[in-house]
């Protein structure tokens, strides 16, 4: 099976029924789970945060957040993901490490903060260093009759910030952000500032709302015309500047256009042909190894990251049309990048599965009802971190390491990945 033909079917045969698949919230609910940094990379009053944090978005728009860590925790909530304790609001506390939190407007993307005892009163601390200096050189002043009208700053509560892993969007249902991931150094990911997401096509009036609370900048559009042609375009707030970089050439293009056909034909023998005998798992297997063995791919992959680097590119958004072959593949790369472990990565590249599971439900029971093999479908519909670990091992393999793949595959300089580094990791 020759290379395009196998690119083409692992990256789009999940277009199939998209248009026509109902679009609904993953039935699992959508979580983020955040670790604090290590105790050498913070400061004192942040020593004593959560080791962990997980926010679960319930059914009915509540937040129940989870944590370890003894004592009365406060939790702070917020719509910008730097510093919800300062720019945000106190929205609760729990001497039993969980909380729900209630009435957050449903139309926004939140973030929470959730802060030790220690830390707490840490922070009272220094605040009240503060006032009490601001007072002495205020009674200094007024003896020299002279009037000192600086105020104390107050002193940050330094906690663990985390937010939902999926945005919880009405139709993009797999719209992620990659806020939160550890890296192997003791850092993370920061949160609110790369999103990776399905075909932003037709948005609800609360999505609409949703992602204009994000302020995101820029976004990345993978799909080849044909795809945004058949589908729509995306349909960001108009603050958002999008660059087109599309990754298949037009012979797979086409090739992908005559697979679908094929899959709408409605006729089984032409599914049978096309993905039976193992070639439907060796399509999956080969499809992430291909794309980094792609020349447009490479070049399309290094350009986004180039974007991303530059001073305009966070917060950015990335797609494809299921938001998770291309977009799942640049998501690894850019984690690899930043030094999250291989496990962690794989684990995030198959959550695709879970937030795509009602609109891969609805393919399946269609083409159940005209006799396809569901099998053959299944593992191109559905995501297997086997096969990306198979990409990072042919990268390995083939240009020696991962660090020469961003010099001389994807034509990265070692300022550009720096850049990359400190834009993205707290």
């Known amino acids: 099976m020759n290379r395009p033909y196998r690119t083409a079917l692992t990256t789009l045969v999940s277009l199939a029924f998209v248009a026509s698949a109902p679009s609904a919230v993953a039935a699992a609910g959508p979580t983020g789970v955040t670790r604090a940094p290590a105790p050498a990379l913070t400061t004192v009053a942040k020593a004593a945060a959560p080791a962990s944090v997980e926010v679960t978005r319930t059914a009915s728009g509540a937040y129940r957040l989870t944590w370890s860590g003894a004592g009365r925790h406060r939790v702070y909530a917020s719509r910008k993901p730097g510093n919800p304790s300062r720019s945000g609001s106190l929205v609760g506390s729990s001497a039993y490490g969980a909380l729900v939190v209630k009435g957050l407007a449903t139309d926004a993307r939140w973030y929470f903060e959730v802060a030790s005892p220690s830390a707490v009163k840490a922070a009272k601390r220094i605040t009240a260093q503060r006032r009490a200096k601001v007072a002495k050189q205020r009674r200094q002043a007024a003896k020299q009759g002279r009037k000192l009208t600086k105020a104390a700053r107050v002193k940050d509560v330094e906690g663990t910030v985390a937010s939902t892993r999926n945005v919880g969007l009405d139709k993009a249902t797999n719209t992620r952000d990659l806020g939160g991931m550890r890296t192997v150094d003791g850092r993370s990911i920061r949160w609110g500032v790369l999103f990776r997401s399905d075909a932003m096509t037709a948005p609800t ?157 609805a393919t399946y029971d269609r083409l159940a009802t005209i006799g396809v093999d569901l099998g053959l479908i299944r593992p191109l519909l559905e995501q297997d971190g086997a096969n990306l670990a198979g990409m990072f091992r042919a990268i390995d393999e083939e240009y020696g390491s991962f660090d020469r793949f961003l010099s001389r595959g994807l034509g990265l300089d070692a300022a550009t990945v720096k850049a990359l580094r400190a834009k993205l990791l707290v």
């Open 205 to 361: 009036v609360r999505d609409t709302a949703a992602l204009a609370s994000m302020g995101l900048r820029r976004s990345i559009e993978f799909r080849a015309p044909s795809e945004i042609a058949s589908a729509g375009a995306n349909r960001y707030p108009a603050s958002v500047e999008e660059t087109a970089i599309p990754l298949l050439d037009a012979s797979t293009d086409a090739l992908s256009q005559a697979i679908q056909a094929a899959l709408r034909s409605g006729d089984p023998s032409v599914v049978e042909d096309l993905l039976g005998d193992s070639k439907a798992e060796q399509i999956a297997a080969a499809g992430p190894i291909d794309m980094i063995r792609s020349e447009p791919a490479r070049v399309g992959y290094g350009q986004a990251l180039r974007l991303l680097a530059g001073p305009d590119g966070v917060p950015m958004i990335f797609n494809c049309t299921a938001g998770k072959d291309r977009t799942g593949i640049f998501a690894a790369v850019i984690q690899r990048i930043l030094g999250v472990p291989e496990r962690a990565i794989l684990t995030d590249y198959e959550l695709s599965n879970r937030y795509r599971a009602s609109s891969n439900q």
